[in-house]
């Protein structure tokens, strides 16, 4: 017997709820333009990205 999903907030911050999963359909594209246009690109992404891991090397 499958086991029903739990109803779980969309991870993209519209406020939905998806049928079980982290996003509604579509919505894990939305949060990656989101984050691409934020950053200025898949460069400043990994730009931002690397400093991250640089401090927390840092830090350990």
Known sequence: ???RLKPK???CGCGGFSKGGNFIRGHDSQLLSK????HKG???L????DSIERLTKEAA
Not at 46 to 49: A, T
């Open 42 to 44: 898949i460069s400043g």
């Open 46 to 49: 990994k730009s931002y990205l």
């Open 1 to 3: 017997m499958r086991q």
């Open 35 to 38: 984050i691409l246009q934020k």
């Open 9 to 11: 907030k969309c991870n």
